[in-house]
C-alpha cells in the first residue's frame, strides 16, 4: 500500500529548475534512502512533500491518517525547558488525555445514575487508550532513547539553551523517535552523532516498523538501515531496490548501457547523414535519401550519460614552522564553567589527529581556544615560531544574504572575477550556485564555499571542525585525497572514523580530559 505518493513534480528557484516531471512513491515498511550530490535538491524535496514549499506542477498526495515526523535542524527549542521537558513534549497528547481523565474524576463526585455511568465509560476508554499507548511507561522510554542518544550523559535537567548545536540536534532526534509517526523523514541524522549512538540509532531504524525517507552521505550508515535508493541526478528521480552498495552496481550498469546505446545511436546517424549527402542530388536515390532523412528526423535522440564534475580540493602550503605548533601548560578550556581538567598537550610539525569525542565536551572550544579565539579558561597556551593557521568552523551564519561569488570577492579583494569563479568551480560550484545567496545553499554547497576560501590562503596548520559535515561521497573522497597529501599539521574534528583513520597519526579523545562523566 502507497502511504505517499508523487504525481509529476516540477519545481524550481528562479531560472534554476530543481525537479521536472519527477514521481514518487513511498510503500508501507519502505525504508528509503534518498541520495544525490550536494545542491540536486534532497531537502527541497523533503520541504515540498512536507507543504513547506508549493510545487511549481504537480500533486503530493498522502494517505489518510498519515503521522508525519520531520527531522528539521533549523527547529528552535523552546528557553526555559529543560532535555527532559522537550522530550516528554513527544507526549503531550497522551498527557492531555490524562487530563481529561482527572477531570472526568473530579466530575463524578457530583453526578448519578445515567450521567455517572456515561463518565465512568469515558474513563475506561481513556485508560485503554492510555495503557495500549504505554503512558504508564514513558519515563522508561524516554530513558531509553536519551542513553541511546548520549543525552543520559548531559543530563536530562539541563536547559536546552545551554546546549550546542550537536546537542540540540539529538534532542530533536529523539523526541521525533518518541513521538512514532507514521512516517520519519531524516535529513543527515548523523551528522553531530557519535560513532557509538550511530550505532544505537542504525539498530533503532533497523527494526522500525514503518516507513522512512533518509537523505544522508554516510554510505556504511544507509547500507544498514535502507532497502530503497532514490537517486535525485539531473533534475530527475530514479528507483532502485536495494541498499547503496546495491544501488553503486545498478547504476554502474545503467549508465554503462545508456552510453552503448549512444554511441550506437550515434553511429547510425552518421550513416543515415553520410546516404542522404551521397544521394539527395541524385535523381534514382533522392528518394531513398528523402526516406532516410524523414527517418532521422523522426528519431528520439539518446542523450549521452553526464559526468558530474566532481570537486578539487587542495591546500597551499605556507613556510615551514618550528618543531613545536603550540604547547599548552595546565590548560583548561570553557566559557562559564571548565570543561576538560588541566591539559598539557603539545602539537609537533607534521602530526594530523584527529579530535574524537561526545557533543558538548568541548571539541570545538579546544579548536578556538587553540586558535585564540577564545580566551584560556585557566592555564597558557604557547605557540611555535611560524605557524600560519587555515580554519575551518563548524557553523555559520545561516541568513547570509551574500551570493557564493560575493562571499569569497570580499575575502579576496584583489582577485578578477574570472578568479573567483574559478575557485569556487574547483570546488564543484557551477554557475548557476556561484550567483545564488549563501542561505538557500544546501548545507554540503555552503561547505565548499568555506573550503574553497580556505584553499585560497597559505598556511601550515590546517585546523578542521566537522568538514565532512553535509558533503556528498565525491567531495569527501576529495577532501580525505588532499588532507592526505597536504605536507603540514591537520588538526580535525570529525565523527566519521572512516573518513580518518587511514591517514591519521594520532587520535585525541576530549572524554580522556572531561570533567563530566561519559
Known amino acids: 500500500m502507497s502511504v505517499l505518493t508523487v504525481q509529476n513534480i516540477s519545481h524550481g528557484f528562479g531560472d534554476r529548475a530543481i525537479f521536472e516531471d519527477v514521481s514518487f512513491r513511498l510503500l508501507k515498511g519502505e525504508h528509503v534512502g534518498f541520495i544525490g550530490a550536494n545542491g540536486e535538491g534532497k531537502s527541497t524535496f523533503l520541504n515540498i512533500i512536507t507543504g513547506k514549499l508549493v510545487p511549481d506542477e504537480g500533486k503530493v498526495i498522502w494517505s489518510n491518517g498519515v503521522k508525519v515526523g520531520y527531522l528539521d535542524q533549523h527547529t528552535t527549542l523552546t528557553s526555559g525547558k529543560t532535555i527532559r521537558d522537550v522530550l516528554r513534549d513527544a507526549f503531550e497528547n497522551l498527557y492531555a488525555l490524562e487530563e481529561k481523565m482527572l477531570k472526568i474524576g473530579d466530575r463524578m463526585a457530583d453526578v448519578s445514575g445515567q450521567e455517572l455511568e456515561k463518565l465512568l465509560e469515558e474513563m475506561g476508554n481513556i485508560q485503554d487508550i492510555l495503557e495500549s499507548s504505554g503512558f504508564y511507561m514513558i519515563d522508561a522510554q524516554i530513558?531509553?532513547?536519551a542513553n541511546g542518544l548520549g543525552l543520559g550523559a548531559i543530563g536530562l535537567d539541563r536547559e536546552v539553551q545551554d546546549l550546542s548545536g550537536?546537542?540540540?540536534?539529538?534532542?530533536?532526534?529523539a523526541k521525533l523517535l518518541l513521538e512514532k509517526p507514521t512516517i520519519l523523514l531524516l535529513d543527515e541524522p548523523t551528522n553531530y552523532l557519535d560513532a557509538e549512538h550511530i550505532e544505537w540509532l542504525t539498530k533503532f531504524l533497523q527494526e522500525y516498523e514503518n516507513s522512512f525517507?533518509?537523505?544522508?552521505?554516510?554510505?556504511?550508515?544507509?547500507n544498514k538501515v535502507v532497502n530503497i535508493i532514490y537517486h535525485v541526478e539531473n533534475r530527475e528521480l530514479t528507483r532502485y531496490v536495494g541498499n547503496y552498495n546495491d544501488f553503486v552496481?545498478?547504476?554502474?550498469i545503467k549508465k554503462e548501457q545508456q552510453l552503448n546505446a549512444y554511441h550506437r545511436q550515434q553511429q547510425e546517424i552518421a550513416k543515415l547523414e553520410d546516404f542522404i549527402a551521397r544521394n539527395k542530388a541524385r535523381v534514382a536515390t533522392r528518394g531513398m535519401a528523402n526516406s532516410r532523412q524523414k527517418r532521422l528526423d523522426k528519431m528520439e535522440l539518446i542523450e549521452k550519460p553526464r559526468e558530474k564534475a566532481k570537486p578539487t580540493f587542495f591546500f597551499k602550503e605556507a613556510r615551514t614552522p618550528g618543531r613545536f605548533i603550540f604547547t599548552t601548560q595546565d590548560l583548561v578550556i570553557g566559557y562559564d564553567k571548565p570543561l576538560t581538567k588541566p591539559l598539557n598537550i603539545c602539537l609537533e610539525r607534521g602530526q594530523k589527529v584527529a579530535v574524537i569525542g561526545c557533543n558538548g565536551l568541548g571539541k570545538s572550544t579546544l579548536l578556538k581556544t587553540l586558535l585564540g579565539l577564545i580566551p584560556c579558561y585557566e592555564g597558557k597556551i604557547e605557540h611555535g615560531d611560524y605557524v600560519i593557521p587555515g580554519y575551518f568552523e563548524q557553523e555559520l551564519n545561516s541568513d547570509n544574504e551574500n551570493t557564493a561569488l560575493e562571499e569569497l570577492w570580499h575575502e579576496f579583494p584583489s582577485y578578477t572575477q574570472f578568479e573567483v569563479r574559478q575557485a569556487l568551480a574547483l570546488a564543484g560550484l557551477g554557475n548557476d550556485r556561484i550567483l545564488s545567496k549563501m542561505k538557500v545553499l544546501s548545507g554540503g554547497e555552503q561547505a565548499k564555499v568555506r573550503l574553497s576560501k580556505l584553499m585560497q590562503r597559505e598556511c601550515n596548520v590546517l585546523i578542521l571542525d566537522e568538514p565532512t559535515n553535509h558533503l556528498d561521497v565525491d567531495a569527501k573522497e576529495e577532501l580525505k585525497k588532499a588532507l592526505k597529501e597536504f605536507k603540514?599539521?591537520?588538526l580535525l574534528v570529525c565523527h566519521e572514523p572512516e573518513?580518518?583513520?587511514d591517514w591519521v597519526t594520532?587520535?585525541?579523545?576530549?572524554?580522556?580530559?572531561s570533567n563530566k562523566i561519559v
Do not use: A, C, M
Open 143 to 145: 530513558e531509553e532513547v
Open 166 to 173: 550537536g546537542q540540540r540536534t539529538k534532542v530533536l532526534l
Open 213 to 222: 525517507i533518509l537523505i544522508s552521505h554516510d554510505i556504511e550508515f544507509l
Open 249 to 252: 552496481r545498478l547504476y554502474e
Open 488 to 490: 603540514g599539521t591537520i
Open 499 to 501: 573518513f580518518y583513520q
Open 506 to 513: 594520532d587520535v585525541w579523545s576530549v572524554e580522556d580530559w
